[in-house]
């Protein structure tokens, strides 16, 4: 969550209304006092789905709620998610925005917006496409300790479902629908990217809890016994994999010092043996639980510190254009690779794509002005030779930008 915060990007946002839309639904569902309050805010909420990226996140909320109300068999407040004043609500906030931005861009630009945000990328994949089962790897490694936990929680309410009451089976049910449909409905598009399935961390989060509360016997208390020694043996093996290969790994592009990323691996070390001694001598799962949670907070407060001067302009060219851009003439063209929403907010100008090799090269042969490209480091390492031979050469850059120029100045 944090690395994605600080992108300048939307999938936090949506995330936080996703997941919020779906709780309020679930609190809505599970209060036997119904109120309409609460399905109006929900529809707010949804709305607000809706203005992040269009009508994908309403697609996922409508798909997971049903799919939760079927399997309950509670096919009658499938029409009480019905409601009027909410649905007018959503109108409104949607068409406050959509309708002046419709009357900017022309019916048009708006069908192919759309086109291309949604069906280009769930139907065509044109960009980041990525094999069916990319979320599997990505759920297990991404969630890790707990993506684990959730395949026990899943076998043992399918073993003992008839000794749940009925509230407990709402909760997993809601969880594991919420989890599982996200997972799916996301392998289906075509496009992929790890920041898309986002919405579905609270859900894996809520399920835990249940585990400190059933009973540590038999073969689920086995399964959680092994399962807990897998994962603490491999909380401490990965930390010392990750120092002994640190050289072949770190990052030499963005300046990032090896001590920083060492204290920080360090500190991920000691808790994972601290949690490890911790389960040996109470065999509590609550506990454990707890310094888990711990060693990830504190592992996380030193990551911050130590990456903060970097992780703020991964997407973000605000620090770049102040340094090179500024001082610029006023006319003159300006081009981004990956950066373009951040360039355009930074820089005011209208930042054209660069497309490829060809099509840089024939929007350059109708530009009169200087032209300036901005790009990652990374970017430009790639394409050195490339720039080279089309006499674009760095003219100013920091620790994740650089700006090229035909000329230097």
């Not at 060809?358 to 790009?375: C, D, G, M, Q, T």
Request: aromatic share 18%; with cysteine; net charge positive.
């Amino acid at each position: 969550f944090f690395l994605i915060a600080r992108f300048c990007i939307t999938d936090m946002l949506l995330t936080f209304f996703v997941c919020a839309s779906l709780y309020l639904f679930y609190i809505e569902y599970t209060e036997t006092e119904k109120r309409n309050t609460r399905r109006l805010f929900l529809y707010f909420l949804l709305s607000m789905v809706f203005l992040v990226k269009g009508p994908v996140g309403i697609l996922l909320f409508i798909i997971i709620t049903i799919c939760f109300l079927l399997c309950m068999r509670d096919f009658k407040y499938i029409k009480r998610l019905w409601y009027l004043p909410g649905f007018i609500l959503f109108i409104s906030i949607i068409c406050a925005w959509g309708i002046p931005f419709w009357l900017t861009l022309g019916t048009k630009q708006i069908f192919s917006l759309l086109s291309q945000e949604t069906s280009g990328r769930f139907v065509s994949g044109y960009a980041h496409p990525e094999a069916f089962y990319y979320y599997l790897p990505v759920f297990v490694i991404g969630f890790f300790p707990w993506s684990l936990f959730m395949f026990v929680v899943i076998f043992h309410f399918f073993r003992k479902k008839k000794t749940f009451s009925k509230e407990t089976k709402k909760q997993i049910y809601f969880f594991c629908t919420w989890c599982i449909i996200t997972i799916i409905f996301f392998s289906c598009s075509r496009s992929k990217l790890m920041t898309y399935i986002l919405p579905m961390s609270p859900s894996v989060a809520l399920l835990m809890p249940l585990i400190s509360k059933w009973e540590m016997e038999d073969k689920f208390g086995k399964m959680i016994n092994c399962l807990l020694w897998f994962i603490l043996s491999v909380s401490i093996l990965v930390p010392i994999t990750l120092i002994i290969t640190m050289p072949k790994w770190l990052p030499v592009d963005y300046s990032i010092t090896k001590h920083h990323v060492f204290i920080t691996i360090i500190v991920l070390l000691i808790g994972s043996i601290v949690t490890m001694f911790t389960y040996s001598v109470t065999r509590s799962f609550r506990l454990t639980k707890k310094s888990i949670c711990l060693t990830n907070c504190i592992f996380l407060i030193f990551a911050i510190v130590s990456s903060s001067k970097y992780m703020g302009t991964f997407r973000s060219t605000k620090d770049v254009v102040q340094k090179c851009l500024s001082e610029k003439e006023t006319n003159y063209a300006l081009f981004g690779n990956h950066v373009a929403p951040s360039l355009v907010f930074y820089s005011g100008k209208c930042v054209m794509d660069m497309g490829t090799g060809a099509e840089f090269r024939k929007k350059l042969s109708n530009i009169k002005e200087p032209v300036y490209v901005l790009l990652s480091l990374k970017d430009y390492n790639k394409k050195k030779d490339w720039f080279q031979k089309i006499s674009f050469y760095p003219v100013c850059q920091n620790n994740v930008h650089v700006v090229l120029s035909e000329a230097s100045d």
